[in-house]
């Protein structure tokens, strides 16, 4: 929040002169620190230029007073102007050494041309850098790391904040300075995954779920997983009844674990708490990002528990094999590779009522359409928007969603 206007005459305090400091490293110009401390800008244009100083480097833990200021620092070729050794020629170039600046007849001063506009001062200033000696060096065909090894010191900053400077264009160096950089290709960033702890997922393996299973014969299992179009398109998040073959499929954004857990809500809510918790007891599926969080799943909106998820070992996806199994029947309408981004939830459901009236080999020549009406809740089934299809009006090919 800004301060009230200061009445004219009164000094700075070292809480405003904080704020001046805290502005020139966040980039902000003199209007918006004279904004939040409640003066001019000419005012703190003046408080930078009178209280600025030239801050002295450290080197071989001997301190040095500024860089090479030299206009001719790049081209110089002299050696040797100090003669500081009799009968040894010293082996520092002139350009490198900062003694250049008072013992060379030659010297012309450079100044850098922040001493002259504003901001004034160096303060996270990242092409303070090269105004060193980087870019010199690196036109020389010296490597990064090479460049660094002797002059750690002095450069403030690491061998890869120093690739995003070049590449950034804050250096005079650019990325065709550099032998290797312009025939790399741009890295692609992978979508961050959600840090969730380990033993969040503890009472939640396979083994857990097999015990669970052990004590409470014929509990109902729905089996879950996500179903992928091109990468970083959106997904389908399916479950499935292994007793029926009765598969479920939503439509989603994202690989995202609010996308999944959304299903869950939206399941809750259509069907009631107790519905939900009949038809939902159990839950197995695989360790993906997007289901990573069991307690998001098993937290209803009641707080109470409305399900139990359980986690299937790494690289065994046999585990769930039903639900494998009858994604295949997906492919026939979405071939792999194809996308998902031009889909509706009413064309998603239109494909899973037409799957779920096929008949299969396991249910005897049933379908898991007729096979779930048995058991299942037909007013549940209604409000998920499963019906049945006649035998001769089945299509599983692509053509079934234009």
């Given at each position: 929040?800004?301060k009230?206007e200061?009445?004219?005459?009164?000094?700075?305090?070292?809480?405003?002169?904080?704020?001046?400091?805290?502005?020139?490293?966040?980039?902000?110009?003199?209007?918006?620190?004279?904004?939040?401390?409640?003066?001019?800008?000419?005012?703190?244009?003046?408080?930078?230029?009178?209280?600025?100083?030239?801050?002295?480097?450290?080197?071989?833990g001997?301190?040095?007073a500024?860089?090479?200021?030299?206009?001719?620092?790049?081209?110089?070729r002299?050696?040797?102007v100090?003669?500081?050794?009799?009968?040894?020629k010293?082996?520092?170039p002139?350009?490198?050494?900062?003694?250049?600046?008072?013992l060379?007849?030659?010297?012309?001063d450079?100044?850098?041309?922040?001493?002259?506009?504003?901001?004034y001062?160096c303060?996270n200033?990242?092409?303070?850098i090269?105004c060193?000696?980087?870019?010199?060096?690196?036109?020389?065909?010296?490597?990064?790391?090479?460049i660094?090894?002797?002059?750690?010191?002095?450069?403030?900053?690491?061998?890869?904040?120093?690739?995003?400077?070049i590449?950034?264009?804050?250096?005079?160096?650019?990325?065709?300075?550099?032998?290797?950089?312009?025939?790399?290709?741009?890295?692609?960033?992978?979508?961050?995954?959600?840090?969730?702890s380990?033993?969040?997922?503890?009472?939640?393996?396979?083994?857990?779920?097999?015990?669970?299973?052990?004590?409470?014969?014929?509990?109902?299992?729905?089996?879950m997983?996500?179903?992928?179009?091109?990468?970083?398109?959106?997904?389908?998040?399916?479950?499935?009844?292994?007793?029926?073959?009765?598969?479920?499929a939503?439509?989603?954004?994202t690989k995202?674990?609010?996308?999944?857990?959304?299903?869950?809500?939206w399941?809750?809510?259509?069907?009631?708490?107790e519905?939900?918790?009949?038809?939902?007891?159990?839950?197995?599926?695989?360790?993906?990002?997007?289901?990573?969080?069991?307690?998001?799943?098993?937290?209803?909106?009641?707080?109470?528990?409305?399900?139990?998820?359980?986690?299937?070992?790494?690289?065994?996806?046999e585990?769930?094999?039903?639900?494998?199994?009858?994604?295949?029947?997906?492919?026939?309408?979405?071939?792999?590779?194809?996308?998902?981004?031009?889909?509706?939830?009413?064309?998603?459901?239109?494909?899973?009522?037409?799957?779920n009236?096929?008949?299969?080999?396991?249910?005897?020549?049933?379908?898991?359409?007729?096979?779930?009406?048995k058991?299942?809740?037909?007013?549940?089934?209604?409000?998920?928007?499963?019906?049945?299809?006649?035998?001769?009006?089945?299509?599983?090919k692509?053509?079934?969603?234009?």
């Amino acid at each position: 929040m800004p301060k009230e206007e200061r009445k004219k005459g009164t000094h700075l305090t070292w809480d405003d002169r904080h704020e001046i400091q805290k502005g020139l490293k966040e980039h902000r110009t003199f209007k918006e620190i004279a904004y939040i401390i409640g003066c001019s800008p000419d005012t703190v244009s003046k408080e930078i230029r009178r209280h600025r100083y030239h801050k002295l480097r450290s080197r071989d833990g001997i301190l040095h007073a500024s860089p090479n200021r030299c206009k001719y620092r790049n081209s110089c070729r002299r050696w040797d102007v100090c003669k500081k050794k009799k009968g040894h020629k010293c082996r520092i170039p002139c350009r490198e050494c900062i003694s250049c600046n008072k013992l060379c007849p030659d010297f012309v001063d450079a100044p850098c041309p922040i001493e002259h506009k504003a901001p004034y001062v160096c303060n996270n200033c990242p092409k303070s850098i090269s105004c060193l000696f980087v870019s010199p060096l690196i036109r020389k065909g010296q490597p990064l790391a090479h460049i660094l090894a002797h002059h750690a010191e002095e450069i403030p900053c690491g061998e890869r904040t120093l690739y995003k400077y070049i590449s950034a264009g804050y250096l005079t160096a650019r990325n065709l300075d550099m032998r290797r950089t312009v025939r790399y290709r741009k890295r692609v960033r992978s979508v961050p995954t959600p840090k969730i702890s380990y033993r969040k997922k503890e009472g939640h393996h396979y083994s857990d779920y097999l015990d669970f299973i052990a004590k409470n014969e014929g509990i109902r299992v729905v089996q879950m997983d996500t179903v992928e179009g091109n990468k970083g398109g959106k997904l389908l998040h399916t479950l499935l009844w292994p007793e029926n073959n009765l598969m479920l499929a939503f439509l989603i954004e994202t690989k995202e674990m609010k996308n999944t857990v959304a299903t869950f809500d939206w399941l809750e809510e259509t069907l009631g708490n107790e519905m939900f918790r009949e038809l939902f007891p159990v839950i197995l599926t695989d360790n993906g990002c997007e289901f990573a969080d069991p307690e998001l799943f098993e937290k209803g909106h009641d707080g109470k528990k409305r399900t139990r998820v359980f986690y299937c070992e790494s690289r065994h996806s046999e585990q769930k094999g039903e639900l494998e199994k009858n994604h295949e029947y997906i492919r026939y309408v979405l071939p792999k590779g194809s996308s998902f981004d031009g889909l509706n939830q009413e064309q998603v459901l239109r494909m899973v009522n037409h799957i779920n009236n096929t008949t299969r080999p396991k249910l005897h020549g049933s379908t898991p359409m007729k096979k779930a009406l048995k058991s299942f809740d037909k007013n549940a089934m209604e409000k998920l928007g499963l019906e049945i299809i006649p035998p001769d009006e089945i299509c599983l090919k692509p053509e079934l969603l234009k």
